[in-house]
């Protein structure tokens, strides 16, 4: 299978402990992004990388949330001292280049629960 | 501002009938590309179809069309003969290069239920 791969696919964790999500893209892919997802929302945009660079993050990013993506192939995106409000689909996804006709394409998702 | 709007929270189908589900956008940036995905209940995200800003021709997949009236700023997905494993919650999406980076935005989805 060549996607891209999430894991964990699900996560239960108490409040206040740290996750960690790790994403491998589909393998040519320069471009890596990560998106939230809430019940009966769209997808809510992250951050992305090009390469290994962090180009771009929105203001949902908090300080307790950052990614990396090392070596411009996997990434991680670890949340620090979760909250309730962090429970969500955590969906990562991969394009080649930055043109608008390149297609992303989204792993599995990992399902964040924080109880 | 909201680039993506779907205004049908849910649409019901029957099988082997045709669909369209709406989708409206907002752009002035004159490249741009839309995309429709397909979430079903499992949660991921499969893409369907995309279309360019300056594709002459409705993008075609299979059963999934686009129907894009650029003037309208509309790019509704059209369905043909609709089976059951069609049910799920359906996504548009826009990029364009506002700000430079491409950034895909989407819209709050229709959730298509198909019954026999």
């Known amino acids: 299978d060549t996607g891209v791969s999430q894991d964990p696919r699900h996560k239960i964790t108490k409040r206040g402990q740290n996750v960690t999500f790790r994403c491998d893209p589909i393998s040519e892919h320069n471009r890596l992004y990560w998106y939230r997802q809430t019940l009966g929302q769209g997808p809510e945009f992250l951050t992305y990388?090009?390469?290994?660079?962090?180009?771009?993050k929105s203001r949902l990013l908090s300080d307790r949330f950052s990614a990396e993506r090392p070596k411009g192939s996997f990434s991680t995106l670890e949340i620090q001292r979760t909250e309730q409000g962090d429970s969500a689909m955590y969906l990562c996804?991969?394009?080649?280049?930055?043109?608008?006709?390149?297609?992303?394409?989204f792993g599995e998702g990992s399902w964040l629960t924080v109880v | 501002a909201q680039k993506i709007t779907q205004t049908q929270p849910g649409m019901f189908v029957q099988e082997k009938e045709a669909v369209t589900l709406d989708c409206t956008y907002d752009t002035s940036d004159p490249s741009y590309g839309l995309f429709w995905y397909k979430q079903p209940s499992s949660g991921e995200m499969i893409f369907l179809i995309y279309?360019?800003?300056?594709?002459?021709q409705n993008a075609t997949e299979g059963r999934y069309s686009l129907n894009f009236q650029k003037a309208r700023k509309s790019a509704n997905l059209v369905i043909s003969a609709s089976q059951l494993g069609d049910s799920a919650m359906y996504f548009c999406a826009m990029r364009d290069g506002s700000g430079g980076s491409y950034i895909p935005t989407f819209g709050r989805g229709t959730s298509l239920i198909v019954h026999p």
């Open positions: 279309q360019g800003s300056y594709d002459q």
């Open positions: 996804a991969s394009s080649f280049a930055g043109i608008a006709g390149n297609t992303i394409y």
């Open positions: 990388f090009q390469n290994e660079a962090q180009l771009e």
